[in-house]
T-cell receptor, first 113, second 115 residues
């Protein structure tokens, strides 16, 4: 069974401070991990995925297989980062790349001006 | 290019009634997924179409839910009869068929309220 855990439902951070949103996963193989974000009045959209190793909007996330974690980090928070963040996992079955997503419960990030 | 569209944006019905949700994926996307977020809980997978075929329907809660994808284009999700616990936001997502590392594009969701 695959499972994603986001321990923080709410997180408030001052503007300019570092941000870390935690994500842990459970999966028997080597999954693909994603961070999706939903800004106010917008649809859910991909922020980044571990396979790309990109930095998007200053955010990075490193897959730690030993700790089964995929924490999202940003060194200096900006007001426009306020949003709902979801960590998600996709399995590597026979339909790799086309599998369903398993989501965590999400973390609402609020940046305090 | 238009993104994934869903209709209606909101639906309020009474318990026992029928509701049909529609999703139009991005043109050319073979994969179409339905997800649901019930209040206070995580977004959960319902089912996955590849073109017109159901690839995975392991997340469908019960036989009151029926999904179709006519001709491999748009999809409908019918709830009949609706129950109170069906209330939530129903998301549709689409993606092209790929060999790996795929992004799913989400629609705005349909908020269903069952009274």
């Amino acid at each position: 069974a695959q499972r994603v855990t986001q321990p923080e439902k709410l997180l408030s951070v001052f503007k300019g401070a570092p941000v870390e949103l935690k994500c842990n996963y459970s999966y028997s193989g080597s999954p693909e991990l994603f961070w999706y974000v939903q800004y106010s009045r917008q649809r859910l959209q991909l922020l980044l995925r571990h396979i790309s190793r990109e930095s998007i909007k200053g955010f990075t996330a490193d897959l730690n297989k030993g700790e089964t974690s995929f924490h999202l980090k940003k060194p200096f928070a900006q007001e426009e980062d306020s949003a709902m963040y979801y960590c998600a996992l996709s399995g590597r079955g026979s339909n790799f790349g086309n599998e369903k997503l398993t989501f965590g419960t999400g973390t609402r990030l609020t940046i305090i001006p | 290019e238009a993104g994934v569209t869903q209709f209606p944006s909101h639906s309020v019905i009474e318990k026992g009634q029928t509701v049909t949700l529609r999703c139009d994926p991005i043109s050319g996307h073979d994969n179409l997924y339905w997800y649901r977020r019930v209040m206070g809980k995580e977004i959960k997978f319902l089912l996955h179409f590849v073109k017109e075929s159901k690839q995975d329907e392991s997340g469908m809660p019960n036989n009151r839910f029926l999904a179709e994808r006519t001709g491999g284009t748009y999809s409908t999700l019918k709830v009949q009869p609706a129950e109170l616990e069906d209330s939530g936001v129903y998301f549709c997502a689409s993606s092209p068929w790929t060999s790996g590392g795929n992004e799913q594009f989400f629609g705005p969701g349909t908020r269903l309220t069952v009274l």
